[in-house]
């Protein structure tokens, strides 16, 4: 009888002890490091509501246009990095099934167009968005159809599909913006893999280890079996992927850099990477022909990545070999600008200038410029349309 008391203890005081553990991992979430917050991110904030540590992305994989955000949200809360959060609010056109983040045109008529990935989209209120703040400083409205986690062939295709198609006998623009960020090779890649027409093999990958039911609904539900399951892999470079190695603090800028995801989705020694930018530049192509016989202009926007700005702060890390890989996507675009004779403006001098004078263009641990980056942004992009009128 004793024995079965102190069992009973036991298994009392370890309950008692896992709930602890349970809670105190929720409540000091946000003081995990990167890695491990990553891999709860999806947790339930508790087992009986849908909430979870961090709020679920409003976009989801699309074999059609690769990433598609829902539409018809209203101040739904985002995150960029885990420190990130903006408020976002979508629109449907046309009845489609993709949301943008302004309305469509009540009138039929588009006076200009921002086209791009999720620099367009942007990881801030809208507001503080280029796309939002030029279109204020040059008194005409841009429709934002930036998507996170695109690159150029979506871009096209939401230009022919929610603009140019002759079936919505839409008034076209005389301005299209398209924007374009190094990893758009690789995702221009991305989609064809999804819709089964990329030539290239993807890369080899070992299978995933099999889960039982009852795992997979744990590391749902419960921190700590999130927490475990992550420590359990911590060797897995699927771990790390997104998480940024080096951190300088000089001044008033805070840069956090140096993830290998860029390293590899930049690496234009892939044979993917290449097949990706045959297929951004047929997009291109394609779609400034379209803008142009329309009566529009065209104009490409290079962003450049966080690195490559601050280049000054993360050279003696990261090496010139890194920065001069992930210069290289945006180098071969523009050789592309000058055999196509296509109108582009690199951001990277402009951004490279304000950095130098200190200012925090990006976000601390993000890839994605912050609400003073949209301005500069804004800014150059106003003054470039502007010296084109002179």
């Not at 930049?266 to 291109?284: K, P, V, Y």
């Not at 675009?333 to 004078?357: I, K, Q, S, V, Y």
Request: glycine share 6%; hydrophobic share 45%.
């Amino acid at each position: 009888m004793k024995a079965l008391s102190r069992l009973a203890l036991v298994g009392v005081g370890m309950t008692v002890a896992l709930l602890v553990l349970e809670v105190a991992i929720r409540l000091f979430y946000g003081a995990l490091p990167s890695a491990l917050q990553i891999a709860l991110r999806f947790v339930h904030q508790t087992p009986f509501t849908e909430a979870r540590l961090a709020p679920l992305p409003l976009w989801r994989e699309d074999s059609a246009f690769q990433t598609v955000v829902t539409p018809d949200a209203r101040d739904v809360e985002q995150i960029g990095s885990l420190s990130v959060r903006f408020r976002v609010s979508t629109y449907a056109w046309w009845g489609g099934h993709i949301g943008f983040r302004t309305p469509p045109p009540a009138d039929g008529a588009l006076s200009a167009v921002a086209l791009g990935d999720s620099h367009t989209f942007c990881f801030t209120d809208a507001q503080a968005c280029w796309v939002d703040l030029l279109s204020a400083r040059l008194g005409v409205p841009i429709a934002n159809l930036g998507q996170p986690v695109t690159g150029s062939e979506s871009h096209a295709r939401r230009y022919f599909s929610f603009v140019a198609n002759p079936d919505l006998g839409l008034r076209q623009p005389r301005l299209v913006l398209w924007q374009f960020f190094g990893n758009d090779y690789n995702d221009d890649y991305g989609l064809a893999l999804l819709n089964g027409t990329a030539q290239t093999p993807p890369p080899a990958a070992p299978p995933p280890p099999p889960e039982l039911p009852l795992m997979r609904w744990l590391k749902q539900y419960s921190a700590l079996a999130a927490l475990l399951d992550a420590l359990a892999r911590a060797d897995d470079p699927q771990m790390t992927l997104f998480v940024d190695p080096y951190r300088v603090v000089d001044g008033q800028v805070d840069i956090a850099f140096g993830r290998r995801y860029l390293a590899e989705a930049f690496d234009m020694r892939q044979a993917r990477n290449l097949e990706g930018e045959r297929l951004s530049q047929a997009a291109i192509r394609r779609t400034r022909a379209l803008v142009e016989e329309n009566g529009g202009t065209f104009i490409l926007i290079l962003m450049p990545t966080k690195e490559e700005v601050y280049r000054h702060l993360t050279e003696r890390y990261l090496g010139s070999a890194y920065l001069e890989g992930l210069a290289e996507p945006r180098l071969r675009l523009l050789a592309f600008c000058a055999a196509e004779r296509l109108t582009c403006l690199d951001l990277t001098p402009a951004l490279t200038e304000r950095a130098l004078r200190g200012e925090q263009l990006f976000f601390s641990d993000d890839i994605h410029l912050n609400p003073t980056g949209n301005q500069a942004v804004a800014e150059i992009v106003a003054d470039f349309l502007a010296s084109r009128r002179d």
